[in-house]
């Protein structure tokens, strides 16, 4: 098998095309809660410790010189970001809750025995005919 049918079969696998939606979907995601954490979180937390604004929070360590630009330590973007990540991670462990949570209903949900066909119904009958007549005195 040649380097380029192994790949085609690794690419093609549904796991991998299931992995590549994931990420996208993931990327996409990870905007709207940046986009929720930036716009709707952040505002009213830094209205409350004082109308700071936290993307600006930051400790210059070198002051700018000529064209280059302030060395700066902004640990405000830093909280920000782990604000996501928060957001981010408790939303996934919903989801896998909710998933793991229909994997054991599935799991736990009683199974019936099947009813037996009429094939099944009709050689139950003979056998107990047969033992039947195998106990009579001759």
């Known amino acids: 098998m040649g380097v380029i049918s192994e790949f085609k079969a690794f690419a093609v696998k549904g796991n991998v095309v299931d992995m590549a939606v994931g990420i996208i979907i993931g990327a996409a995601f990870g905007k709207i809660v940046s986009s929720f954490v930036g716009d709707v979180v952040m505002p009213p937390i830094g209205l409350l410790i004082g109308g700071v604004d936290f993307a600006d929070l930051a400790v210059q360590l070198k002051a700018a010189q000529g064209n280059a630009p302030a060395v700066v330590l902004a640990y405000g973007k830093f909280i920000q970001s782990i604000i996501d990540f928060v957001i981010i991670a408790f939303a996934i462990f919903m989801g896998v809750k ?41």
């Open 98 to 138: 909710a998933i793991n949570r229909l994997k054991r209903e599935e799991a736990v949900a009683p199974t019936l025995p099947p009813t037996p066909t009429k094939e099944e119904e009709l050689l139950t009958e003979i056998r107990d005919l047969l033992k039947a007549q195998n106990n009579k005195p001759l």
